[in-house]
């Protein structure tokens, strides 16, 4: 029987598609693609009915990123991802009592200035069933430095519905905390972070596809905040945290569901559920609008008090550790031109102490704020 | 909670239907990937972390920073 060429072509293009999907696509790039991102990030302020002293400022943060992906052999391909972040501003010293007992933070009082740089650099080798990589990441900043390695794969089933796939990353930390602003609790010190993660993908029809991941993670060493006054931490920490994610196309209106849940737990009592939501509109064939919500809710560690008690073995007033509930919303927007993208993102994070599902004291120190992103996105075709 | 996860996985895994790969144009758009931008997934993914006590779940955990 003769082959119908246009069938041929047809049949080869779509196997050349991603077996869909692990943690990546399993065939290599065919062409390079640069990337870049400018963020803009900004905290409310605190209110001064929260603080000893009035309104008090907190973070803004400029970050700019750069991505490089270039294949580089016939079953090879380089990735570079830089980011860089400068930041200004006051965080929350400690958590005090005021006359009529409510608790009122004690701001940082003189801005904190830093700079972070991060570069990562993987190698990926894509296989006929899959794919494996190699990372290594150094963040470097005035008061902290990490290295980290990272090891990933993922393996497809012979009939390329279901995808598995496992990571496992370690990392060094060293801390050396900024001295003038406040006392802190170290003058140097460091923590390790030893992960590992396996999950599963399934697709369920032509137009959706589910997946699963399990994770666990244990961090060790000096866990406590060097900048609070009033923050003592276990040296040991163990987290596991279950997800799940599914999306689904839909013909009409030519867009797809993207729903993501994880629940994560420690052994420092913290509890938490986070679900994500997301639509992508297509709207003709360059330009797509992406409405987008979160939810979070976390319960207190175990250590947690607005007005913490130095004579426990364990303390800490970081609003970080209370229970809180959040909410993000936010929209992106995507335009195609030629081999260029440029993209836009508005976010805006909200929090309150009776949004979220655990219960607890709610902290002063909640925060808010405001997210803008600018990107533009090269192909080289 | 770990009940519900299992019953979730076979409810999935029982409804599905073989697609072959010349039927997978579809889950290969931009639209229907995990994480169809890396830069905006990662940068949330570390401002999220650095405000709450939760982190991780899509992967290993990487190294930290300092960010307050």
């Given at each position: 029987m003769e082959k119908n060429p246009a069938l041929l072509a047809l049949t080869s293009s779509a196997l050349l598609?991603?077996?869909?999907?692990?943690?990546?696509?399993?065939a290599p790039p065919e062409f390079v693609e640069l990337g870049m991102r400018y963020s803009k990030y900004e905290e409310d302020d605190t209110k001064g009915s929260k603080t000893f002293g009035g309104n008090s400022q907190r973070f803004d943060i400029d970050a700019a990123q750069f991505h490089l992906l270039a294949p580089v052999a016939d079953n090879w391909a380089v990735a570079v991802d830089v980011q860089w972040e400068d930041m200004s501003g006051a965080s929350p010293w400690f958590v005090g009592q005021s006359i009529d007992g409510d608790p009122k933070v004690i701001m940082s009082g003189a801005s904190i200035e830093d700079t972070r740089t991060e570069v990562s650099v993987t190698t990926r080798y894509y296989y006929d069933r899959g794919n494996a990589g190699l990372n290594y990441v150094h963040s470097d900043e005035d008061d902290y430095e990490s290295n980290a390695i990272a090891l990933d794969g993922s393996f497809n089933s012979a009939d390329g519905m279901t995808t598995y796939s496992a990571a496992i990353s370690t990392s060094r930390d060293d801390i050396d905390p900024t001295q003038g602003a406040v006392p802190t609790n170290t003058l140097h010190d460091n923590k390790d972070i030893s992960s590992a993660w396996v999950g599963v993908s399934q697709i369920i029809s032509k137009n959706a596809i589910v997946r699963f991941g399990l994770a666990y993670t244990y961090r060790d060493g000096f866990l406590t905040d060097p900048y609070k006054l009033r923050d003592r931490r276990p040296d040991e920490r163990k987290e596991w945290a279950v997800s799940g994610g599914y999306r689904q196309y839909f013909m009409w209106p030519d867009g797809a569901l993207h729903a993501d849940y994880r629940y994560f737990d420690d052994d420092w009592g913290v509890a938490s559920h986070t679900v994500n939501l997301a639509w992508h509109q297509n709207l003709g064939r360059s330009t797509q609008v992406i409405p987008f919500l979160r939810y979070y809710s976390q319960g207190e560690a175990d250590?947690?008090?607005?007005?913490?008690?130095?004579?426990?073995r364990y303390y800490a007033d970081d609003y970080r550790l209370s229970s809180f509930g959040a909410i993000t919303a936010g929209l992106r927007v995507r335009y195609e031109i030629g081999n260029w993208a440029i993209s836009a993102v508005g976010e805006r994070y909200e929090t309150d102490e009776s949004w979220g599902v655990f219960s607890g004291d709610e902290s002063p120190a909640l925060l808010n704020y405001w997210r803008y992103s600018f990107g533009l996105d090269y192909v080289f075709r | 909670m770990k009940h519900l996860t299992c019953l979730f996985i076979l409810l999935c895994l029982s409804a599905c239907e073989t697609v072959q790969p010349w039927e997978r144009g579809t889950l290969a758009r931009r639209e229907m990937?995990?994480?169809?931008?890396r830069m905006e997934i990662s940068l949330q993914a570390q401002i999220n972390a650095s405000k709450e006590a939760s982190s991780g779940g899509q992967g290993a955990a990487g190294g930290g920073c300092g960010c307050n």
């Open positions: 598609l991603p077996a869909y999907q692990g943690v990546r696509a399993d250590f947690f008090a607005n007005i913490a008690d130095t004579e426990k | 990937q995990w994480e169809p931008d």
